[in-house]
């Protein structure tokens, strides 16, 4: 399995980004992840910078593969979504994964929009999907549903298209998105969930497709430390999924997380000061059939955390 590195754009500015990839290839990193958001998850994090101009500048001071986890079908109108990933696949060959999501409402109220319920979002996040593969694909498409396409081609695009990865946190959507994906990205949960939503994606015609795990980790020498930036930085894990994807705003996330106590949030992140609990943990994913996990550090010393993990943990998972 590749041990990858998230890069949080809710946390952290660009440049830092940038610097932080390149650290994290020379670590031992085989990957790197990007999210893709409008707004950060608590007005303490106060970042969110515009994760397509950064892909073009992370990967091109890296040589490995990236992915990103995005949402077409509102803040990004399909046609849109697939030029972009069409131009970095372009700049990049063979080095890209993009992973759609039905999205939250942090980032996609912007638009004014309706925001629709799960099912609904699931819908058009299958219709959207479908439009940007044929785009890859070089086709010249007309659509007419959830989302509107006319005439749109792509005069730009890689000589292979990318694998089209799909976002899920549930067996039920696992199960649905499997019918279109090539491969899946979720969370680290449970083993018993994390099984369920494996086999769900598999179910529903995933059999043979790449599974890609996002892990949330907080590492520090000092347990107590590890355990308050995760309180500080990421208690919004501790929310259902429901309500993680239709909160507003960051004071909004605040609001909610204000009582959450720190045993809430494992096993959503994985929060320790024993480096080898952190190997064991990741080398689990494994079994489950994961062939990538991309590690996020929720803790803002992510200098720290590149250097240690690649000294210490990394080869204890070759």
Known sequence: MEIGYHASHEQ???????AAASAAEAAGF???LSSDHFAPWSTGQ??????WTWLGAAMAATTVPFGIVTAPGNR????ITAQAIATVDELYPGRFTPCLGSGQALNEHV???LWPRKPERNARLAESADVIRRL???????HDGRVTVRAARLYTRPSTPPPLFAAALTPGTAREVAAWADGLITVNAPEEQLRKVVDA?????????PLHLQVHVSWDADEDRARNQ????????????????????????DAACAHVPAGALEPGVIVSADLGRHAAALASYADLGFSRAYVHQVGTDQERFIDVFGERVLPQLV
């Open 230 to 253: 995760a309180l500080d930085q990421w208690r919004f894990v501790a929310l259902p999924a429901g309500l993680n994807q239709e909160l507003e705003l960051p004071e909004q996330f």
């Open 12 to 18: 952290f500015p660009p440049s830092r980004l940038v």
């Open 30 to 32: 085989a990957a790197v």
């Open 46 to 51: 106060d970042e969110s910078g515009f994760a």
């Open 201 to 209: 994606f598999r179910e529903g015609g995933g059999e043979g497709k």
């Open 111 to 113: 638009t004014g929009a």
């Open 76 to 79: 990004y109108h399909p046609a």
């Open 136 to 142: 890859l694909d070089g086709e010249t498409v007309d």
